[in-house]
């Protein structure tokens, strides 16, 4: 049984492109939530998608952008990068957007970000 | 708002002693879940516990064990006999629908 599964694990850029960041999740699950950590910082929550639209949004801006397949897996972009947006980006799958079965989501390796 | 504060930034401690991280949270919601996270240097986050708001119950699973008290919003992990293998950043976390809010971590250092 796959668990979640991240592209790529490390990704260099340079401020002002663009990043678009991959995810896989748990066999059976069917929701995905991103989560940006810095350095020293507890995981931020970016967005959620569940039936192929974002259903909650965190406190990031639109240069945040995400989407989702019909076979679950998740993309997320992140356009007019900056220095900040240097994290670790982890991707959640769960079953369900919000009823219990979300509270045991199931977390992704990360994709190591940095931006020069 | 929610909101979960470890004020334990780092903790060392010997090998087989016991450790106590503090988690103390807020939230308005009557109905909520808590969570402990472990986070190796890999990176990937292991899920290790969950407590719902209705069940104050302590639990012990191994060397680890819960004290979930909401009268003072505070959910504890305690290590027993700690090993250099948990030696990690420990989070705690508040369920929201649809969404964790985090705590900023404890770095646990087991020194051998």
């Known amino acids: 049984d796959a668990g979640v599964t991240q592209s790529p694990t490390h990704l260099i850029k340079t401020r002002g492109q663009q990043v678009t960041l991959r995810c896989s999740p748990k066999?059976?699950?069917?929701?995905v939530s991103w989560y940006q950590q810095a350095l020293g910082q507890g995981p931020q929550f970016i967005f959620q998608?569940?039936?192929?639209?974002?259903?909650q949004r965190g406190n990031f801006p639109d240069r945040f952008s995400g989407h989702q397949f019909p076979n679950y897996s998740s993309e997320l972009n992140v356009n007019a990068l900056l220095l900040g947006d240097s994290a670790l980006y982890l991707c959640?799958?769960?079953?369900?957007?919000?009823?219990?079965?979300?509270?045991?989501?199931?977390f992704g390796p990360g994709t190591r970000l940095t931006v020069t | 708002a929610q909101k979960v504060t470890q004020a334990q930034t780092e903790i060392s401690v010997v090998e087989k002693e016991d450790v106590t991280l503090d988690c103390v949270y807020e939230?308005?919601?009557?109905?909520?879940?808590l969570f402990w996270y472990k986070q190796p240097p890999s990176g990937e986050l292991v899920f290790l516990i969950r407590?719902?708001?209705?069940?104050?119950q302590n639990e012990i699973s191994g060397r680890y064990s819960w004290n979930f008290q909401k009268s003072t919003s505070s959910f504890n992990f305690t290590i027993t006999a700690s090993q250099v293998v948990d030696s990690a950043v420990y989070f705690c976390?508040?369920?929201?629908?649809?969404?964790?809010?985090f705590g900023t971590g404890t770095r646990l250092t087991i020194i051998p």
């Open positions: 959640a799958s769960s079953l369900g957007p919000s009823g219990p079965p979300l509270y045991e989501q199931y």
């Open positions: 066999s059976g699950h069917d929701t």
């Open positions: 998608y569940y039936e192929e639209e974002e259903r």
């Open positions: 939230t308005r919601d009557t109905t909520y879940y």
């Open positions: 407590r719902n708001s209705f069940d104050e």
């Open positions: 976390a508040l369920s929201a629908p649809g969404k964790l809010t």
